[in-house]
């Protein structure tokens, strides 16, 4: 939703300044639509290297990994005697990733995500997110948290630790697989 308001800002800005520099007999239409039509291209081109370009294989090699898809495993709290079930979707493009978890306690979009590479080329998937439980007990209300999973040499595998704060803090372990 905040790129439809960027873009709408964008635009509408870009034509109010067109309409005034008209009004005042600065610029012509036609001056006009050939600025436009030079904007148009590179702006195609960008969306449709956003969106997919960078993910074919032949390429991507020299572009972060492709995580888009669900991905299941387990989460195991540091309070939690066995793990419980977690599903991520990972909806990515070049310039954008989101992360949306579904566990049987907690139902949490990111709000903050990235990919970062380190020495080694190992790549690390950093989230935080915010939810509300679907349990009462032990916990209830809004929890947030902050999530770090390193994507294993396969890249169908992520695993890694949290760490959330509830009405009490906790931290645990998360191990993912791509389903989808």
């Known amino acids: 939703m905040d790129d439809i308001r960027k873009n709408f800002l964008i635009y509408s800005t870009l034509i109010t300044a067109a309409v005034v ?17 030079i904007a148009t291209v590179p702006a195609i081109l960008w969306w449709m290297f956003d969106s997919w370009i960078w993910s074919i294989k032949k390429i991507s090699f020299m572009m972060p990994p492709n995580l888009n898809g669900i991905w299941q495993g387990t989460c195991k709290s540091d309070r939690d005697t066995e793990p419980h079930r977690i599903t991520l979707k990972i909806t990515q493009s070049f310039s954008r990733i ?21 020495a080694g080329n190992s790549w690390h998937l950093i989230y935080s997110w915010g939810g509300l439980f ?13 999530t770090t999973l390193m ?28 389903k989808a």
């Open 151 to 178: 994507l294993c040499d396969n890249q169908n595998e992520l695993r890694g630790e949290y760490i959330s704060k509830g009405k009490e803090l906790t931290h645990g372990i998360i191990s993912v697989t791509r």
């Open 98 to 118: 989101c992360v949306t978890s579904d566990s049987e306690r907690v139902d949490s979009p990111s709000r903050l995500a990235m990919l970062e590479s380190s």
């Open 134 to 146: 679907k349990i009462e007990a032990p916990q209830s209300g809004q929890v947030y948290g902050l």
């Open 21 to 37: 520099l008209y009004a005042q007999d600065i610029v012509t239409i036609e001056q006009i639509l050939s600025y436009g039509s």
